[in-house]
Every structure is written in structure tokens, then in C-alpha cells.
């Protein structure tokens, strides 16, 4: 759509930790370290989380009502994004080939996502809605701290759900800025974005005031040390 895979270099990021380096292992003990604070709740958003679509970003912070059916335009061009940061992300995986905690470790980590047998670096979920974390936030600026925080809280889950090790998810992130680097010196891009600004602007869009990470305490972007 507006960047290729061929655009990326693989190693426009860190290769990954070494199998069994003293950085990998404590990869994995803060994997299995975190899955003790595992919940049902958590379990059941790791779940509906499956599906990487942009109302996982945008749903949180801004409700039901921006939706592909209120905001086409807009939706459109985070869909095409999305497609594009999800395609270098595979290739980006198949190019290190690392294996993912629950295949790593079967014994010590369990899985709570989907089964998924291909390569873990970078996580594809965190390269996507960082994508899109970024994109949200050059066009409602006022959100950046709520889509971010969405987005990171995917990318949490991932680690929790014996998915991705905390190293995937860095260079998940750092993909993800390359990604947006060349999306916005792209032509085609330039021209979506002004009419997602066109369309929002004669659409403003009304945010719930719900918190971003599903705390049901508020806007926790004041609180986030009491409660994150």
C-alpha cells in the first residue's frame, strides 16, 4: 500500500538475542515471571486480542462510536497501514527465525493465545498497533498518550500469553518507527492522511472518557502510578 517489504532491511533493527545467551534467559524468566500475574480477565483479552484490526487501538480510547461505518476514510488508511506493517513484519520474522517462549520453554510457559508456530522477532501485534499508535496520534494529537498506552498494553499481553519474549516486542517497536518513516515520506500516504484529517475535522470525533488500559477507574493517564 505505501511501503514494501523490499523497503525494510531486516537489520535496520538488532538481531535478536542469542538461544540460551544470559540476555535470552532473562528473557524468559521475566516471561514466566509475568505470567504469574495471569488472570482470567487478562486470559479472556488476550483472547479477543487474536485478531489484530484497528478497533483493538481505537475502541479503548475513543468507544464504540469511531467506527469504519462513521469514519471510512480514516479507517481505510489505518486498515492499509496495518496490512503493510503486518507483511514487513513477517518478513522481518522469517529473515531471524527465533523460536516463541512456549516453544522455547514448553515446561515453564504456558500459552494463552492462539497456537502460532511462526518466528517471534519482531512481535507482529506490537509492530501493528504501534503503526498505528503513531498514525492516531498525528491526527487527534490531544489521544497520543492513550493510543500508546493501548497499544503497549497489547504488546504486554503478548508476554503474558506465552507469545513473544520482551525482546520481540522492542524490536516490534523499533520496526514499527522505520515503518512510519517511510510511510510518511510516501506520496500516496501524504494524500490518505489529508483526507483522514479532512474527514475527522468535519467529523470531530467524541471520546469516551474511559481509560485506555480497562482499569474502570477513569482516564488513568493522571493515576497511572497508583494503578499501573
Request: hydrophobic fraction near 35%.
Amino acid at each position: 500500500q505505501f511501503v514494501s517489504p523490499d523497503d525494510i532491511n531486516p537489520r535496520s533493527i538488532p538481531a535478536p538475542y542469542a538461544v540460551n545467551s544470559p540476555e535470552w534467559n532473562n528473557d524468559l524468566e521475566l516471561v514466566i515471571e509475568k505470567q504469574t500475574h495471569v488472570t482470567d480477565k487478562i486470559i479472556a483479552e488476550i483472547h479477543q486480542e487474536d485478531a489484530v484490526i484497528p478497533e483493538m487501538t481505537t475502541e479503548p480510547v475513543l468507544g464504540k462510536s469511531f467506527n469504519a461505518k462513521n469514519y471510512p476514510v480514516t479507517f481505510d488508511l489505518l486498515i492499509k497501514a496495518g496490512s503493510d506493517a503486518w507483511r514487513i513484519g513477517d518478513r522481518v520474522k522469517d529473515y531471524w527465525g527465533t523460536s516463541r517462549p512456549w516453544l522455547a520453554d514448553p515446561n515453564r510457559v504456558k500459552l494463552y493465545a492462539k497456537p502460532i508456530y511462526s518466528p517471534a522477532y519482531p512481535s507482529g501485534h506490537t509492530v501493528t498497533n504501534y503503526v498505528w499508535a503513531e498514525l492516531l496520534s498525528e491526527l487527534m494529537p490531544e489521544h497520543r498518550d492513550g493510543f500508546y498506552l493501548r497499544a503497549e498494553e497489547v504488546a504486554q499481553h503478548r508476554i503474558m500469553g506465552g507469545a513473544h519474549f520482551p525482546n520481540d516486542l522492542q524490536g516490534g517497536k523499533l520496526l514499527a518507527t522505520k515503518i512510519t518513516t517511510h510511510m510518511f515520506a510516501d506520496p500516496e500516504f501524504k494524500v490518505d492522511m489529508d483526507a483522514a484529517r479532512a474527514e475527522l475535522k468535519a467529523k470531530p470525533v467524541t471520546a469516551k472518557k474511559s481509560c485506555a488500559c480497562k482499569c474502570d477507574k477513569g482516564h488513568c493517564l493522571r493515576k497511572k502510578k497508583q494503578h499501573h
